[in-house]
């Protein structure tokens, strides 16, 4: 078996509570709370907890001080906070968040109607927010939405993600993560993207964030790591789902991942047979059976019984 | 882009109208027809249209003769016919199909579950149904089941699988496919089968059947298609279920993987657009939603006007 080169480990970011539940009904905080605390007894080791983002345009979100407030921090877990600008940033730091990310769309169009501004003046947003977040010892992670297409504009060319992504670590950002916003990405759009990235910006702290909107979820993880990459998003159940796309599915199923991940001796750290009671219990939360197939199937280790 | 070796095209077999409707529940046979006939005007070049097996042991394929009779015969569409034994390669042959498929387990277990019979015995039959065929200038392709593993079992050896595919290339199969019955496969162990075979059986033309039950079946594919197999099983969309997992996912869907291979440059000869029209009947036709992404949240290309 030469030919599937794999990295021994990866680490995953579970975005469930920000990004699947920003895409899912309303639920009470207080079943936030009960998912986040369930997830930090996974073995995961970063958690996309919240967002900070207007309660007007994101309902969901409203409660994201509360929440981080009732959560038990699990010391072995990272916990970050979504942020669309700077008085995001100023309420994630302000909540004690040391991990922050903030969201710049690659396509113009995608950026004005997400922020009502253009990507120039969040990238020159996005400078402040370094600069602040720095002076309080906090990290910066810069997601650059639509990389691999916009649902509006279509194709984003490799070079203007790139371009975007360059000015985000000229002005001092930590991390970079690439999302595909609407699944729009396949396994040769994610190399051309990532080794677009690796020529332009070799020292990156590079992380992906798939949707599994057609399907393509899984194999653009496989291309991704067969490339080196070890940083990988993905939400528990597959909750959320594509604001484009009614019925579609959102981020890639985070058992999914492990499931495929631990199969092929890729380590995740992640206790998969607990992450799926979590799963089970999202799926209750949102009232509505999730997308993922694991959840549904069991891991394939999972036998019949013969006389079933 | 130097990583992905990826073919220029590939074959796609459409399997809906057998393995997908044989896991849904019966369907008319009008319906049937119009759904091969519907598929049959979508470019596709190969289309596994019924089986012939015992109808008290599956209802749903009862009137395979009937729908064979009916269906309008693309002459650019090889049409194919399932079968457990001789006694359905008899019916297959007197009804006039000149391209079988007959099935054996890699596992024991589910060989004996599946036909109450020894794998060995199966094989055993296997040399005589293609003597049958080959008189009446018939082709045979074995496919060869739980080849990533068995519901029951779990783990099958891939010598074992090696041994089995070897066995029933000698009585002078053909072709061989291996199937995913219960959606057991990752790429390591998918390069582990191809590369196997490649050395044991390098001249063997090879087809693979993936099921998604695990979400994995379009990351199985391209590991396959980075090995150099060409030939791949789908259901339009997705339809077919998993007998041991309620709810969960049957064959990939051709939708996913047509829309997958034409965005990397893999041609399929397949227009997505009219796959996507049948696929919309196939779904009024068994009643339910059917799990194909690409049919809910539309091909890539797709995009969402600005006023949405």
């Known amino acids: 078996m030469t030919m599937l080169r794999l990295p021994s480990e990866v680490s995953v970011r579970e975005v469930g509570p920000r990004d699947g539940l920003q895409n899912e009904p309303p639920v009470p905080t207080e079943g936030k709370v009960a998912l986040i605390d369930g997830l930090s007894q996974t ?6 907890a919240v967002s900070f983002v207007h309660p007007k345009a ?4 409203g409660d994201a001080d509360e929440v981080w407030a009732k959560i038990a921090k699990n010391p072995d877990v990272r916990y970050s906070a979504l942020v669309p600008n700077s008085r995001g940033a100023e309420r994630a730091l302000a909540a004690g968040f040391r991990e922050i990310e903030v969201v710049v769309s ?7 109607k997400n922020v009502n501004r253009s990507t120039e003046e969040s990238l020159e947003d996005i400078k402040a927010i370094i600069a602040l977040a720095h002076k309080e010892n906090a990290t910066v992670e810069v997601v650059v939405s639509t990389s691999w297409g916009c649902p509006y504009e279509g194709d984003i060319a490799v070079d203007r993600v790139l371009d975007v992504a360059s000015r985000a670590l000229e002005s001092g950002a930590d991390a970079l993560t690439y999302g595909d916003t609407t699944g729009m990405a396949t396994p040769t759009r994610v190399e051309a993207l990532v080794t677009g990235t690796q020529g332009r910006m070799p020292d990156v702290y590079l992380g992906l964030h798939f949707h599994n909107t057609r399907g393509t979820g899984l194999a653009n993880v496989l291309t991704a790591l067969q490339l080196g990459v070890t940083n990988f998003d993905a939400s528990v159940g597959g909750l959320g789902g ?3 796309a009614p019925g579609a599915s959102g981020n890639i199923a985070t058992e999914e ?16 047979e607990r992450l799926l009671l979590v799963a089970a219990e999202a799926e209750k939360l949102v009232g509505h059976e999730l997308p993922s197939q694991v959840l549904r199937a069991g891991p394939r280790t999972r036998t019949t019984p013969l006389d079933a």
Not at 58 to 61: F, V
Not at 106 to 112: C, K, L, M, P, V
């Open 257 to 272: 991942l492990v499931h495929l991940l631990e199969d092929m001796g890729v380590a995740t750290g992640i206790d998969l």
């Open 58 to 61: 994101i309902p969901q979100m």
């Open 43 to 48: 073995g995961v080791k970063r958690i996309e």
């Open 106 to 112: 690659a396509s113009d169009t995608h950026n004005r």
């Open 242 to 244: 594509c604001p484009y």
